[in-house]
């Protein structure tokens, strides 16, 4: 078995740099590096921020006058008869959003950048906010009604608004599948490897990953997965309904327990996040490249926002108004990085290992194991080193499963763009299934296939490149929506609020009325 998925891993050995290359891009052209300051900055991080700051002006900073509204709406209790809530709606995108990045990712961010690269996951994440929302919006605007549940997002915005041609709409859906079946592996892996854990804090022996134990617990991780995600998009709402508001408060009130236990140490943790993000040296070196890139690429990984990968849970919802869950997918980038990513980062940052006198054994660690490691130096001695390891591993076992949950249901969302049959609908599940099931083998045979793992980066850097320029083709038309929805005159949304003759949903919808 071994061989086999050594073989897997060397083919895809080109992955990794290509990830990186882009990613980079043009940083790694002397000429463009010299640059001074410009030279730091690489087009994604232009395209990501730029973009970020400039809808939040144009918006008139929606992210903050509308962020009580948000907050509103998320706790209205409404009946629908179409779709989910406004609310199960954003708890289906938090399940995407608020995964194991916010974990392994802050904890790789910090290793590489230092703990500057916290300050730029909170700047990137305020103007990604922007982005979310405008993403959130265009998904209501071209939704679709299929039987009793919407179906929209990237696929079928990226078609409407580039002509209404089908090769478009099939082309955005596939490349969404892919980036799907990209980051699958690595969600089954995670799932299995933290039950694993939790089993051996349990137990307080090791398990090794070939045993009878890992077996049977990745053939019910993969049971569970199929049971829920036949069910289709309302019962796999259902679910994270259930699980996103558990780990979301778990993780919270274990962290701000670890934080009270160390309460000396956060003027640290702030004076440590905002020298590292300002420093004379990183600005006018190549540190400064190095912290900013890794807040933002890292801060992305987590939040999505300018991906058009969380869009999907946007169109579900049936909201009164395009506006509505606009609102609410810039709130849960709030709820994912300002909030949840901040927490991981406090641990990593007060925890001091990432420049302590053990750095180099600590950089040498995994990354989960390298926020294990920052716990143990927070509860040196203490009964609470294993509870709370515990309970961060729980809740990263959660994070890792509702986003497994969260992209089979999308890829079936996506895969709509192209054939609505239950066949085919069918096979792109069972297709997931497959590729999750590969992590967890990989997990089982006691391999972390990091050239495997890169796709993640590298679908998140594709589908920003295609999505973004799509969300400017729309900007008129979110711009029209908010004006509308600013003025809230009791008129209904239509087609000609934005001055098109294609929202169907919505103009049958006003007609109903």
């Known amino acids: 078995m071994q061989e086999i998925f050594q073989s897997v891993n060397k083919v895809f050995s080109f992955i990794g740099p290509l990830s990186d290359f882009l990613w980079d891009f043009p940083t790694n052209f002397q000429w463009y590096a010299k640059i001074p300051l410009l030279g730091n900055f690489s087009f994604a991080i232009i395209l990501l921020l730029g973009s970020g700051i400039y809808f939040s002006f144009r918006l008139g900073f929606m992210q903050v006058t509308h962020f009580k509204k948000g907050i509103k709406v998320m706790t209205e209790r409404r009946q629908v008869t179409t779709g989910v809530s406004p609310l199960a709606a954003f708890l289906l995108s938090s399940a995407m959003r608020v995964g194991p990045g916010n974990i392994i990712g802050v904890t790789g961010a910090i290793a590489v950048g230092g703990p500057g690269a916290v300050f730029w996951m909170w700047i ?63 969600q089954g892996f995670n799932v299995v490897s933290s039950v694993g854990r939790m089993a051996e804090i349990v137990t307080g022996s090791i398990i090794p990953t070939d045993s009878v134990f890992y077996y049977i617990v990745g053939a019910l991780i993969v049971i569970a997965t199929a049971v829920i995600a036949f069910g289709g998009i309302k019962k796999v709402t259902k679910w994270t309904d259930k699980m996103v508001p558990v780990m979301a408060v778990l993780y919270i009130i274990t962290v701000l327990v670890l934080i009270l236990l160390n309460l000396k140490s956060v003027p640290y943790f702030f004076g440590a996040v905002f020298s590292g993000a300002f420093r004379p040296e990183a600005f006018f070196g190549g540190l400064f490249g190095t912290v900013l890139a890794q807040g933002v690429k890292r801060g992305l990984m987590s939040n999505e926002a300018g991906q058009g990968t969380i869009t999907m849970s946007a169109a579900a919802a049936d909201a009164t108004h395009p506006c509505e869950q606009g609102v609410l997918a810039s709130i849960g980038v709030f709820l994912d990085t300002i909030i949840i990513c901040t927490l991981s980062g406090f641990v990593v940052v007060m925890a001091h290992c990432w420049d302590g006198p053990n750095a180099e054994n600590w950089a040498a660690m995994d990354k989960l194991p390298k926020f294990t490691e920052s716990i143990a130096v927070l509860t040196p001695g203490t009964a609470a080193n294993a509870v709370i390891t515990f309970l961060v591993t729980l809740c990263f076992c959660l994070f890792a499963y509702t986003c497994l949950l969260g992209m089979i249901s999308f890829s079936e969302i996506a895969a709509n763009r192209i054939r609505k049959d239950k066949g085919f609908i069918s096979g792109v599940r069972i297709v997931g299934l497959f590729v999750a099931a590969f992590g967890i083998l990989c997990n089982i045979a006691g391999l972390e296939l990091g050239n495997l793992w890169a796709f993640s980066d590298l679908g998140n850097i594709l589908i920003v490149f295609f999505n973004v320029p799509i969300v400017y083709v729309g900007a008129k038309y979110v711009l029209r929506a908010t004006k509308h929805y600013k003025k809230n005159d009791g008129t209904p949304f239509t087609s000609k609020v934005i001055g098109r003759e294609d929202c169907k949903y919505w103009d049958e919808r006003a007609a109903e009325q």
């Open 124 to 186: 990137s994440a305020f103007f990604g906010m922007a982005v979310a929302y405008m993403e959130g919006v265009l998904a209501q605007i071209f939704k679709e009604k299929k039987d009793d549940e919407f179906v929209g997002g990237l696929p079928f915005y990226g078609r409407k608004l580039l002509g209404n041609k089908v090769w478009i709409g099939v082309f955005l859906s596939l490349l969404y599948i892919l980036y799907a079946l990209c980051c699958l592996p690595a």
